[in-house]
């Protein structure tokens, strides 16, 4: 069993349409959480960035993270065509806080 | 300013050969990171340096891989032997402090799409 398990997809949306990506992890010692935007052919590219339990909102993004059932949820609101890309969650501990683990990413696709 | 910089874009080789990837993070930044990512799959770390210390190599598949980081900034991915299933986008990160926190950012470059035929 993989570290951080993220559904691939590929999840298709229509635009306007609120979004909500998630990650389960096993191991409770991470306490950093981010999340990144990879557009094809393109390096990955910070959004959001946690750390331990607790939302955080930016814009459009509000990234959630519940410690105590080890899930971290994105929600992408009023999405956007410009959305369109994978979404790949990464999370570390204290120790190597430094080592990211990272979800296989989720594909998501605003349809206009 | 500039972002990091990882040359060539793409690379086609044979099985058997060697190659080198290079990475330039972003100035001033002190730690250097390299990740592999295969076809659907998530970054899988490979090495870690920060300034002059040792490198975390944990993540080094085997050891037809290796890195150096040379005057503390531009790196090198070396593998060696070239198999198939080293097929995969390595990608550089550069960040600008070891500690946790926003500090710890990860800036990536576009990746060296290694195709091994």
């Known amino acids: 069993q993989k570290e951080v398990e993220q559904d691939p997809g590929p999840l298709s949306v229509p635009e306007g349409a609120i979004v909500s990506l998630n990650c389960t992890y096993s191991n409770s010692a991470f306490q950093y959480f981010m999340w990144y935007r990879q557009y094809s052919r393109k390096g990955p590219e910070l959004l959001m960035y946690t750390y331990s339990s607790g939302n955080k909102e930016d814009g459009r993004f509000t990234a959630q993270v519940d410690k105590s059932s080890k899930y971290i949820s994105l929600f992408i609101r009023d999405s956007q065509p410009s959305d369109s890309a994978t979404y790949l969650c990464a999370m570390s501990g204290v120790d190597s806080s430094y080592k990211l683990i990272f979800g296989s990413g989720t594909r998501l696709l605003v349809r206009p | ?117």
């Open chain 2, 1 to 117: 300013g500039a972002g990091v910089s990882q040359s060539p874009s793409n690379k086609v080789t044979e099985k058997g050969k060697d190659v080198e990837l290079r990475c330039d993070p972003i100035s001033g930044h002190t730690a250097l990171y390299w990740y592999r990512q295969s076809l659907g799959q998530g970054l899988e770390f490979l090495i870690y340096f920060q300034g002059n210390s040792a490198p975390d190599k944990s993540g080094l598949p085997s050891d037809r891989f290796s890195a150096e980081r040379t005057g503390g900034s531009v790196s090198t991915l070396t593998i060696q032997r070239t198999q198939q299933e080293d097929s995969a986008v390595y990608l550089c990160a550069s960040s600008s402090s070891r500690a946790g926190g926003t500090k710890n950012i990860q800036y990536f470059g576009a990746g060296t799409r290694l195709s091994v035929l």
